[in-house]
């Protein structure tokens, strides 16, 4: 991606390796756009792999994104039984964490 975006209110650095939220660490970069990275991560807690998105910090202050990845996670568990569960997004774990470039939601 562009060391542009990499700025004040732009994406936030992230290495391999690196442990978020004392739960999370990297394994690999599974994607990345001018809103968000997407990373391989291990659940220290849980032991399994999940992906990661953390989003920019001036995407983060707007985005409805949050909000209805927040709302499909409060649906989680109410439909078990709908045929179309399995092609609908889990969500594990949202949170904030602070950084170099600003304040970043980060959805799991």
């Given at each position: 991606?562009?060391a542009?975006?990499?700025?004040?209110?732009g994406?936030?650095?992230?290495?391999?390796?690196?442990?978020i939220?004392?739960?999370?660490?990297?394994?690999?970069?599974?994607?990345?756009?001018?809103?968000?990275?997407?990373?391989?991560?291990?659940?220290?807690?849980?032991?399994?792999f999940v992906?990661?998105?953390?989003?920019?910090?001036?995407?983060?202050?707007?985005?409805?994104?949050?909000?209805?990845?927040q709302?499909l996670k409060?649906?989680?568990?109410?439909?078990?039984s709908?045929?179309?569960?399995?092609?609908?997004?889990?969500?594990?774990?949202?949170?904030?964490?602070?950084?170099?470039?600003?304040?970043?939601?980060?959805i799991?």
């Open positions: 991606e562009r542009s975006y990499y700025r004040e209110g994406l936030h650095p992230v290495n391999i390796w690196d442990t939220n004392d739960r999370y660490q990297v394994n690999n970069k599974l994607g990345f756009g001018a809103c968000s990275t997407i990373w391989l991560v291990e659940d220290l807690t849980l032991k399994r992906s990661l998105k953390v989003l920019a910090a001036d995407v983060s202050a707007v985005s409805s994104e949050l909000h209805v990845e709302h409060l649906q989680q568990g109410k439909q078990d709908h045929p179309g569960r399995d092609h609908v997004i889990q969500i594990y774990d949202t949170f904030i964490i602070e950084g170099p470039n600003g304040t970043y939601h980060c799991v």
